[in-house]
């Protein structure tokens, strides 16, 4: 059976949360090493963490320096989301339709 979560490079090391965003910094580059950026990543993360996306950092040493937090937005999020945007889910259920072509 395949999917998303037979596939690592789509989950959370857990294998369980999808990822659904991804930040990538450099930290070699001269910008991205300051003090200042550093405590504004820090910022922007927490204030992902507060709003309760769910974050994973990692920075893979045969990368050269590329920096990546995963996001994961869970469900309950998203809910609460669609429905401050108030957006409406569809209210009937639109079957999927096989087309079989004969040989």
């Known amino acids: 059976m395949g999917g998303i979560l ?11 949360r999808s ?3 991804v930040l990538v910094w450099e930290a070699f ?7 200042e950026a550093h405590r504004q990543r820090k910022i922007f993360e927490e204030n992902l963490e ?5 974050l994973e950092r990692e920075a893979p040493e045969n990368l ?10 869970p469900v309950s999020v998203l809910r609460d989301y669609s ?10 259920i639109f079957l999927e339709i096989k087309i079989r072509f004969l040989e």
């Open 29 to 35: 580059k001269e910008d991205a090493a300051t003090p």
């Open 6 to 16: 037979n596939n690592p490079s789509l989950t959370f090391n857990d294998g369980v």
């Open 64 to 73: 050269y320096g590329l920096n990546f937090v995963k996001i994961h937005a």
């Open 50 to 54: 507060l709003e309760g996306l769910q």
């Open 19 to 21: 990822i659904d965003y």
């Open 83 to 92: 429905e401050i945007l108030k957006l409406r889910m569809p209210m009937k």
